[in-house]
């Protein structure tokens, strides 16, 4: 269900890019009004890169171990991302911080996916955490980005049952599996403009949204 001018959208990775692929898919099945018109990778060689390549899609790889500081790369990403216009940028697993020059440049604009039940375990080793915790559900948020690092307004969470013999591998997985649904998921709201930030908040069709975002079953039915 697609309306209006088609959105160029930018995505940045460092690893698998598995998000990316997602991306890719519902941009050719018609569930995302967007074009992915450049992918940049802080990593050489790696497989979302080739995903790029496959597609047919714009890649480049910004080495950050060739600046002499976070604000030199972050100057320098900024300038490639701007080069492609977009309306929205995509973090896609790019496990760089972003310092608050590059995060106000394309604040309103730039999402980010965390796989946790954001509040709960911003950083690195989320599956680990959950399962340690004790939690009986685990999951992914969508999110806007602020310098406050995953602390920005949630969009859209999902969520996924914990079993008894959970590793943080499997758990990974199973999480993936809902990662791929909701983050293109997210970027076309954002596309159709039925997805904005009105002073920090999140609204979807006029509505500010709760502080976990959507939740996705109910997304589902929405969309
Ligand atoms: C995902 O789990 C995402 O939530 C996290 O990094 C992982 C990236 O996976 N930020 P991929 O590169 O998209 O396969």
């Known amino acids: 269900m697609t309306s209006g001018k088609r959105s160029r959208l930018v995505v940045l990775i460092s690893g698998s890019g598995s998000n990316l692929q997602a991306f890719i898919d519902a941009s050719k099945d018609g569930n995302l009004n967007a074009d992915i018109v450049g992918v940049i990778s802080n990593k050489a060689d790696v497989l979302g890169l080739q995903r790029a390549q496959d597609a047919g899609i714009s890649n480049e790889v910004l080495?950050?171990?060739?600046?002499?500081?976070?604000?030199?790369?972050?100057?320098?990403?900024?300038?490639?991302?701007?080069?492609?216009?977009?309306?929205?940028?995509?973090?896609?697993?790019?496990?760089?911080?972003?310092?608050?020059?590059?995060?106000?440049?394309?604040?309103?604009?730039?999402?980010?996916?965390?796989?946790?039940l954001l509040p709960k375990y911003p950083g690195l080793h989320t599956h680990q955490r959950a399962i340690d915790a004790g939690d009986k559900k685990g999951g992914a948020t969508v999110h806007f980005v602020t310098s406050d690092l995953d602390g920005g307004p949630a969009i859209v969470q999902a969520e996924v049952p914990i079993m008894g013999d959970d590793t943080a591998d499997l758990l990974a997985s199973r999480v993936l599996v809902q990662e791929h649904q909701i983050y293109p998921l997210a970027a076309h709201w954002f596309c159709e403009g039925r997805l904005t930030l009105e002073n920090g908040v999140p609204q979807l069709n006029g509505n500010a949204l709760q502080k976990t975002g959507f939740l996705f079953s109910t997304a589902i039915t929405e969309q």
């Open 63 to 116: 080495d950050h171990r060739a600046f002499p500081s976070r604000e030199h790369f972050d100057a320098e990403l900024g300038e490639r991302v701007s080069s492609y216009q977009p309306d929205l940028v995509i973090l896609a697993g790019f496990m760089r911080i972003l310092t608050p020059d590059f995060v106000s440049r394309f604040a309103g604009h730039i999402m980010n996916i965390h796989p946790s």
